[in-house]
């Protein structure tokens, strides 16, 4: 289907305009009079250190830690391959190495940063007192709750013994510069892979009050060291923070403004609705399906043809046990609003190419896929209900697969609407 096409062209480009190749070179500071350590961590890091090798003029020696399957070969920086969503041995062994390396700077070292998401889970050394089993059991409690990632990267950060600013702090007196590749709503840097190098503004009081909400009791040792609350993270003002840079050098809108390019090209009209749209997935589903509607029927907020784009990363109250992510949940329930409405058709992926834990960015819609789901024997109902949406769309042959996409700025949803009778 040409729909399909132009869906997909509009994903590619939101991809290729957060490549580290792309967007790192302009972002590189000076070669210091010492040594340049490289430190780093997320789905993106091997990328990113890869780039940086290619663009840089003098000696390097570092490593990052990415999710396996996403290393690149480099020859100066080492990369180490770990887990994630749940952290494993290879995350611990690898954030230890990292804050070792940092520890012997000194003030005419360069640290610099590379820093994606994913690198919460990735950065994964427990604090004092605590076994990675206990960050392995929260973890998991917290991803099955549905907690956004502000809230679970606060518990995360402490839980850490070098997240929250604490890689930077160790890191001082040397001057430490961050390249950030955000994947969280609003480009919260201190948010993004639970902020190791940036000041962080949440307590163990506010750490506690997440687990309370959702109704995490444990492990016990997770709940003794937050009411013990020993040792806070690095707060904004920290002297030990002060020779630190943050870049931002790419992000959710930079990725939506590249994927609208593609749409007007088209002869579409792009609406961007937010690059930080949050909530079940489900019940974004079922808004989005609103405002296609009054798209289609009214022309508000534009006539048809146009496209809604969209970016920021929705949650999954698991309650099922099927095969389920975020962006095919959220395209599911779109669907089922929507019934089927001619000239509707839809895309949603993650930009990493990992929708929750499968090895899959998301899939598309179009006006049949609720009448051959049920002629290939399945209740669309029943399988969102079951948190089972990647069955479903594997079944009808819709899911989008890119393998690793070595970047991450998060979700991307798009939702073409045409005038009835309209082809591209």
């Not at 789905?43 to 390097?60: I, R, T, V």
């Not at 070292?109 to 998401?117: E, T």
């Not at 917290?142 to 890689?167: F, Q, Y």
Request: hydrophobic fraction near 45%; include cysteine; charge should be negative.
């Amino acid at each position: 289907m040409p729909e399909r096409a132009l869906l997909t062209s509009m994903f590619e480009a939101a991809v290729a305009a957060a490549t580290p190749s792309a967007c790192m070179p302009a972002f590189l500071p000076r070669p210091p009079k010492g040594r340049t350590i490289v430190v780093g961590a997320g789905k993106a890091a091997a990328a990113m250190a890869k780039a940086l090798e290619e663009s840089w003029p003098g000696p390097l020696e570092g490593l990052v830690v990415t999710r396996y399957g996403h290393a690149v070969p480099c020859q100066r920086i080492a990369v180490i391959e770990a887990a994630h969503p749940v952290p494993d041995l290879n995350g611990v062994r690898a954030a230890a190495r990292m804050l070792a390396l940092v520890e012997g700077a000194g003030e005419d070292d360069l640290v610099i940063a590379l820093i994606s998401g994913g690198g919460s889970a990735l950065l994964s050394l427990p604090a004092e007192g605590l076994l990675l089993s206990d960050k392995q059991a929260i973890n998991k409690a917290l991803l099955k709750s549905g907690a956004p990632i502000d809230e679970t990267n606060c518990v995360r950060k402490h839980l850490s013994a070098i997240k929250g600013g604490r890689l930077a702090a160790a890191a001082f007196p040397a001057r430490v510069v961050s390249l950030v590749i955000s994947d969280v709503p609003g480009d919260d840097l201190a948010a993004i892979a639970s902020g190791p190098t940036v000041a962080d503004p949440t307590t163990f009081a506010d750490a506690r009050a997440i687990l309370a909400r959702y109704g995490i009791d444990g492990p016990a040792p997770v709940i003794a060291h937050l009411e013990a609350a020993q040792e806070e993270t690095p707060k904004p003002g920290d002297r030990r923070l002060a020779r630190g840079e943050i870049h931002l050098i790419a992000s959710p809108q930079q990725s939506l403004l590249t994927a609208a390019a593609v749409a007007r090209k088209a002869g579409i009209t792009p609406i961007i609705l937010g690059d930080s749209l949050e909530g079940e997935a489900r019940d974004v589903g079922i808004v989005m399906a609103g405002i296609a509607r009054q798209v289609a029927q009214h022309g508000q907020p534009a006539a048809a043809p146009c496209v809604l784009i969209s970016g920021g990363e929705t949650t999954v109250t698991v309650r099922g046990k099927g095969r389920g992510g975020r962006n095919v949940e959220y395209l599911l329930s779109l669907a089922i609003k929507l019934g089927g409405q001619r000239g509707i058709h839809a895309l949603a992926g993650d930009t990493d190419g990992v929708d929750g834990a499968e090895e899959v960015a998301g899939a598309m819609i179009d006006p049949t896929s609720l009448a051959r789901a049920r002629a290939a024997g399945l209740d669309p109902i029943a399988s969102l209900d079951n948190n089972d949406a990647h069955t479903l769309f594997q079944a009808l042959g819709d899911q989008i697969v890119t393998g690793p996409t070595l970047t991450n700025v998060n979700d991307f949803r798009a939702v073409l609407i045409l005038p009835e009778g309209m082809k591209l």
